[in-house]
Nanobody
Framework: QVQLVESGGGSMQAGGSLSLSCAAS????????LGWFRQAPGKEREFVAS????????YYADFVKGRFVISRDDAKNMVYLRMNNLKPADTAVYSC?????????????????WGQGTRVTVSS
């Protein structure tokens, strides 16, 4: 089992930036693909970004390309999401997820472990 804990959420004005972090409790962190998802009130959970277990492949949802950056630090068992030029539409609970040896994993059903999420609120 893997425990994931997100942090870094908060409130921000449109156009601002926030950095989210996700800490994982596992001895084999480097073998996990990692993803970020978000869910706004009344909407389905949607894919935001992912990074493969080898770290050489990244995927982004169209609505965050050019604004968000996913990265990982295997030495610290951490995955990050840098969110730039935030928009009110980015308001949601952001969750990180993990799956062993994942490469192209861009749907929620492809992940085995989930964090509880961190809330992001963007005001106009």
């Amino acid at each position: 089992q893997v425990q994931l804990v997100e942090s870094g959420g908060g409130s921000m004005q449109a156009g601002g930036s926030l950095s989210l972090s996700c800490a994982a409790s596992t001895s084999t962190f480097s073998t996990y693909a990692l993803g970020w998802f978000r869910q706004a009130p009344g909407k389905e959970r949607e894919f935001v970004a992912s990074i493969s277990w080898r770290g050489n492949t990244k995927y982004y949802a169209d609505f965050v390309k050019g604004r968000f950056v996913i990265s990982r630090d295997d030495a610290k068992n951490m995955v990050y999401l840098r969110m730039n030029n935030l928009k009110p539409a980015d308001t949601a609970v952001y969750s990180c997820a993990a799956v062993p040896f994942g490469v192209e994993v861009i749907t929620p059903v492809g992940y085995d472990y989930w964090g509880q999420g961190t809330r992001v609120t963007v005001s106009s």
